[in-house]
């Protein structure tokens, strides 16, 4: 059973680290009020979070090292993440705005 505890956790941590790639890129972007909330941009070319993430992994950069080497998979876990962020707006600052 801690192998799938253990897997999980790993999997977390490599999506974050694939969002932090794309917020470094410009293409996800941290709430300023709520920055646990990542809103995704009008931008649909990933093609800057790719060549960063790889330029990390080719100067052995330290965030991206949970990924080992394997350029495959930190690519398909920044697109997850891109597609999966919210659109532009945050939930809490909607509602904050709308009470």
Known sequence: MSGVLNRSMEDQN???????IAIRAGILQRCKNHPDTVLGTDDTDYTDAYKLGNHLISKGDPLVSIFKDDRHEMTNKVQEAIESAGMGYCPSCAKWASE
């Open 14 to 20: 490599k999506w974050d680290v694939a969002t932090e």
